[in-house]
């Protein structure tokens, strides 16, 4: 297992990233405002993530993606937690989800919810696993800002 930055071509893992974030345009908002890094099995993707500063020194987790053969072998975790030690600088990260029991499993507590976020910033119904996404509910984990 590697995990790599991504400075160029980040459109080349779109399959990966629609996986966490349903609608292109909405990716494309994010994609190049932070780091992308992937973390490699085998010499293939197996898992994504993308982090951006916020305006309050804090940085944020905008998209998170495992790719399902790779599923429920804990990249997503290994890679959440290697981003987590290389945050230098930051002393908070911050993640917004419609599921935040996967977050907090990572060791994010509840910070706070945008109500109609799905409704309100996407042209078409997001869903998943069957529900339907409405509110955005944020996460947070503290990680010190010191680089390992």
């Avoid at 109609?116 to 947070?140: A, I, K, Q, R, T």
Wanted: negative net charge.
């Amino acid at each position: 297992m590697t995990i790599r930055r991504i400075d160029k071509n980040r459109e080349a893992f779109r399959d990966l990233l629609l996986l966490a974030d349903p609608e292109w345009a909405v990716v494309e908002g994010y994609l190049y405002r932070g780091g992308m890094y992937v973390l490699y099995e085998g010499g293939e993707a197996a898992s994504e993530a993308v982090v951006i500063p916020r305006e309050d020194g804090a940085c944020e987790l905008k998209n998170l993606a495992t790719a399902p053969k790779f599923q429920r072998r804990g990249y997503a975790r290994s890679l959440v937690d290697f981003l987590c030690r290389e945050a230098a600088g930051h002393q908070r990260m911050y993640v917004g989800t419609s599921k935040p029991e996967i977050y907090e499993r990572m060791g994010f507590a509840p910070a706070y919810t945008v109500k109609n976020f799905f409704v309100d910033n996407y042209s078409e119904p997001v869903w998943d696993e069957g529900e339907l996404c409405v509110d955005m509910f944020y996460l947070v984990r503290e990680i010190g800002g010191e680089r390992s």
